[in-house]
């Protein structure tokens, strides 16, 4: 799940299915803030959907825990768009207990993680005593959010148990108090007839833009093909190996990330006029620490941005039977290690190729993202902002001179900002 912006969650509980809305972290006034979709009432939980639509549409501009938030007023636009749960926003805590008496594989783990997420979340924002001292209680529910791998040493089964027997003797109880937070707004039927209507037709509308954009990038990956063929018809000798791998058939590439020394895996692709789509969803970036463990996740994930694409389906049967291996062209290897003491030091000691590249990684991830964190950063710090126009050739305003503090501080904030995107770092 991202950490920003609002998330639709689908939450199933022992009182039913609820529909809402979670932020799940914003800063506001130098203080972190999380809420739910609710008020004083409790949290509001919808039986569908449609319902949620309806009420933000009579609703949403009113007093409630969300209006306060920095991106609310454009959640509301083009709203039916959003308010779907997406996979990893159906949070099953009927569900858990059964994931835990299982192995803890990619998908159990991730279910667990996000659950309890959400449960932790709940806890704080709606102040739930006996939720908040079971976290508290048992320190070992917190390494579930470091995913499959922590559990494949020698004592992870153990401590996955662990987990397990801290569940099964308090679940109930926690559930309770859970139910205890949800209210459901009246909503007129007909409003709702409406807003289920819209709905679909934006799932519709969004299917045929997946359907396009899929399209074209082919379209393109068949035209560069052509080009290469054609410019390599008469030599050979310089061909590109990476070029018969099964990623470049795809037109998804593995892309492979350095930053204070630890080294993330992931993947990315470009569409249409070079828009790029990293392996994630809402502005989170999945990374990993092996190739080997992108390749395993793979297998069993569909909530991300690159699932629209037909060629995903290839790649995940290739690594269904094991003829899937991560190949990263040396194009898509970005390096930060040093950048931000390099560029204390001055523009003589710094690698411009190195600052290039992780500029375009950093430029990549907020086009994605949507977001202007980049640009955020820049107009907070004007010198590096000229800093990286001078290094990389483009107009700037002057010729940096030292002191360069102001722009290794503005550095360092790029590259912050960057692997907080991260799954894992």
Not at 221 to 250: I, V
Not at 382 to 397: C, E, K, N, T, V
Request: aromatic content about 10%; overall charge negative; charged content about 25%.
């Amino acid at each position: 799940m991202a950490d920003n912006g609002i998330v639709a969650l689908e939450i199933e509980s022992t009182a039913g299915s609820y529909v809402t809305l979670w932020a799940p972290g914003w800063v506001a006034g130098g203080e972190q803030w999380q809420a739910f979709l609710g008020d004083d009432s409790g949290v509001f939980g919808f039986p569908s959907s449609a319902a949620l639509l309806a009420w933000l549409r009579d609703n949403g501009r009113g007093a409630h825990d969300l209006s306060d938030h920095p991106r609310w007023s454009a959640f509301l636009e083009h709203a039916e768009r959003k308010v779907t749960p997406r996979a990893s926003g159906k949070i099953s805590f009927i569900d858990l207990p059964d994931k835990l008496a299982g192995r803890p594989s990619f998908e159990n783990t991730k279910a667990v993680a996000a659950a309890f997420d959400v449960l932790r979340s709940l806890g704080a924002v709606c102040g739930i005593d006996k939720v908040n001292r079971w976290f508290r209680s048992y320190s070992v529910l917190a390494n579930v959010a470091r995913g499959a791998d922590h559990y494949s040493g020698d004592n992870g089964l153990s401590e996955w148990s662990s987990v397990g027997h801290a569940v099964l003797g308090n679940w109930p109880e926690l559930l309770d108090a859970v139910d205890e937070q949800f209210v459901t707004p009246e909503v007129p039927e007909d409003a709702v007839t409406r807003a289920q209507s819209d709905i679909e037709d934006a799932e519709k509308a969004k299917k045929e833009a997946a359907e396009k954009a899929a399209t074209a990038a082919a379209e393109d990956r068949a035209q560069a093909d052509e080009a290469e063929k054609a410019a390599g018809a008469t030599d050979t000798t310089d061909a590109d190996p990476y070029d018969s791998s099964a990623w470049a058939a795809a037109g998804i590439d593995p892309v492979r990330i350095t930053v204070d020394g630890s080294t993330v895996y992931t993947l990315r692709c470009y569409v249409g006029d070079r828009q790029p789509v990293f392996l994630g969803t809402n502005g989170e970036i999945h990374t990993f620490p092996s190739a080997r463990s992108l390749v395993r996740w793979m297998i069993d994930a569909k909530d991300h941005d690159l699932a629209q694409f037909g060629t995903w389906d290839d790649l995940v049967s290739l690594a269904n039977a094991g003829e899937l291996e991560v190949e990263v062209h040396p194009s898509n290897v970005y390096g930060f290690t040093g950048l931000r003491e390099d560029i204390a030091k001055g523009v003589d000691a710094v690698d411009t190729d190195q600052l290039g590249r992780a500029y375009e990684l950093l430029a990549d991830a907020a086009d994605w993202a949507k977001d202007d964190g980049v640009n955020q950063v820049l107009l907070a710090y004007p010198r590096l902002q000229d800093y990286i126009a001078y290094m990389l050739g483009s107009p700037s305003a002057a010729t940096p001179t030292a002191p360069f503090d102001e722009e290794a501080n503005g550095w360092t904030e790029l590259e912050n900002n960057l692997t907080r995107r991260f799954t894992k770092f």
